[in-house]
């Protein structure tokens, strides 16, 4: 930060209520405002990844300094404390979120049938509709999703470009995924969009 600056920064897992409060102490020292808070707290399977202490820091500490909060339908169960299921369910999540302090959200759709993410900035809620790609290659799709966001933050697009453009990232990406492994494979995080971004 010191020495070559940073234009966006992105948060990941954080597990603990301490270290959300270290990394909520150096966005506000460096004056961090594009930063995407990615709330990496529900496994792959269900489990629960963050204790409560973890959960009420970030929402009191990370939610209000994010440019842009990018939860799943589970991770936006646990951070609302309610079920999160309908395209209607998502849409007030998405302003709650931003109510909770957040300057945009996008509630995610790929644990739905219609894999459909809301966004909304507090004054446009808009709908971004996907495709399902038949694979078991997921792993990591939110990290580049809200990684891919980031990028576009710093090249200086507003939340909802950033968003837009990330969305048909994370879309080749999954199409593209990589056969690694016995398990769940990886997205393929180099992929070329089909858009050219």
């Not at 992105?10 to 150096?26: N, R, Y």
């Not at 973890?54 to 799943?72: E, F, G, K």
């Amino acid at each position: 930060m010191d020495d070559i600056g940073v234009q966006a920064a992105k948060t990941g897992m954080l597990s603990s209520a301490e270290i959300i409060a270290t990394v909520g102490d150096a966005v506000e020292h460096y004056s961090i405002r594009k930063l995407v808070v990615d709330p990496v707290m529900v496994a792959k399977g269900g489990a629960k990844l963050l204790r409560d202490d973890a959960v009420a820091a970030l929402c009191a500490r990370l939610i209000p300094l994010a440019a842009v909060i990018t939860p799943n339908l589970p991770e936006a169960e646990v951070l609302l404390q309610r079920p999160v299921v309908t395209i209607e369910d998502r849409r007030r999540a998405a302003r709650d979120l931003v109510a909770m302090g957040a300057r945009a959200a996008v509630v995610k759709g790929g644990h739905a049938e219609d894999v459909t993410d809301v966004f909304f900035d507090g004054s446009e809620l808009v709908e971004l509709t996907g495709r399902r790609i038949a694979t078991k290659n997921t792993h990591g799709s939110g990290c580049v999703f809200s990684a891919a966001i980031t990028a576009w933050l710093a090249r200086g697009a507003d939340p909802l470009t950033a968003v837009r453009h990330a969305k048909s990232f994370i879309t080749e990406a999954i199409a593209n995924s990589l056969e690694l492994g016995h398990g769940h494979g990886p997205v393929n995080p180099v992929v070329a969009p089909r858009d050219g971004s």
